[in-house]
């Protein structure tokens, strides 16, 4: 896949993985960068209507565990 209307070089990628402790050279950067930008055009083309619950927290604490500790004998 070749998208050419790129926002970011492949240059730029190659600093910004780099400040991350990533070293690429310029082909992995161009793969990165060509599935990122496919990432992207399949999550924003999702425009079907349907909202998808995505929940801020998630807890750790059990279900059944929650439910007994409130349980009087």
Same mark, same amino acid.
């Given at each position: 896949?070749? $998208? #050419?209307?790129? %926002?970011?070089?492949?240059?730029? &990628?190659?600093?910004?993985? &780099?400040?991350? +402790?990533? @070293?690429?050279?310029?082909? !992995? &950067? +161009?793969?990165i960068?060509? $599935?990122?930008?496919?990432?992207?055009?399949?999550?924003? +083309?999702?425009?079907?209507?349907? #909202? @998808?619950?995505?929940? %801020? !927290? #998630?807890?750790?604490?059990? %279900?059944s &565990? =929650?439910?007994? =500790?409130?349980?009087? $004998?």
């Amino acid at each position: 896949m070749n $998208f #050419t209307e790129r %926002k970011i070089s492949v240059k730029r &990628a190659i600093v910004v993985l &780099a400040k991350n +402790g990533i @070293y690429v050279d310029d082909s !992995e &950067a +161009g793969i990165i960068l060509d $599935f990122l930008y496919l990432i992207s055009k399949n999550y924003s +083309g999702n425009q079907d209507g349907r #909202t @998808y619950n995505i929940p %801020k !927290e #998630t807890s750790n604490k059990s %279900k059944s &565990a =929650s439910k007994s =500790s409130n349980d009087v $004998f």
